[in-house]
């Protein structure tokens, strides 16, 4: 079992005194709470790999204003803007995981551009980000997607669907 869940994505630096704009990931809802260990992940030159939450209030828009121990000016949230928060799976509600990316096995996958790609085989760690792997046609080999919400339009769990727009060339890696 995968020890580490990416749970939140830090958005923007919001205040002076370091706090970061971060939201949910992955269909997740909003795990980070005071007192949790986080790793960030890609590591930044000049920036802490890790920090504990000092606090959280709701900002709007399904975002939400977060302060790290160890994250104390503005010029380091900058730096820390883009990466992902990692959390211990054993440190978060087990129900919130249930949620995860592995209950989209069996959705379709849809490219806005090129139409139908194949069906979710399964989900692929992968350090930075989840990988979706697709299979396309009987005798095929998989492709592996990128599950990221900059590619990630919708996901209708009534359809099973998730319609993504790939950037050109990626079916063909």
């Not at 909003?30 to 209030?57: K, N, Y």
């Not at 709701?58 to 302060?67: H, I």
């Not at 769990?157 to 950037?167: F, G, H, K, S, V």
Request: aromatic residues 6%; contains cysteine; proline residues 6%.
């Amino acid at each position: 079992m995968r020890t580490w869940a990416n749970v939140a994505e830090l958005t923007k630096a919001k205040t002076l005194s370091g706090g970061l704009l971060a939201r949910p990931t992955q269909g997740l809802p909003f795990l980070l709470h005071e007192g949790l260990e986080v790793a960030f992940v890609p590591p930044q030159l000049d920036t802490p790999r890790c920090a504990r939450v000092t606090s959280v209030s709701e900002s709007g828009k399904g975002a939400y204003l977060v302060c790290f121990d160890s994250v104390e000016t503005i010029e380091v949230a900058e730096r820390l803007v883009g990466c992902c928060c990692l959390v211990r799976r054993d440190e978060l509600p087990t129900e919130a995981l249930a949620t995860e990316v592995d209950a989209l096995v069996g959705f379709e996958v849809h490219d806005t551009q090129t139409g139908y790609i194949g069906i979710v085989g399964e989900l692929t760690e992968n350090p930075a980000h989840p990988l979706l792997s697709v299979t396309r046609a009987e005798g095929e080999e998989p492709v592996l997607i990128p599950f990221v919400d900059a590619f990630v339009e919708t996901i209708d769990e009534e359809c099973r669907r998730i319609t993504m727009t790939l950037p050109e060339g990626l079916l063909d890696l």
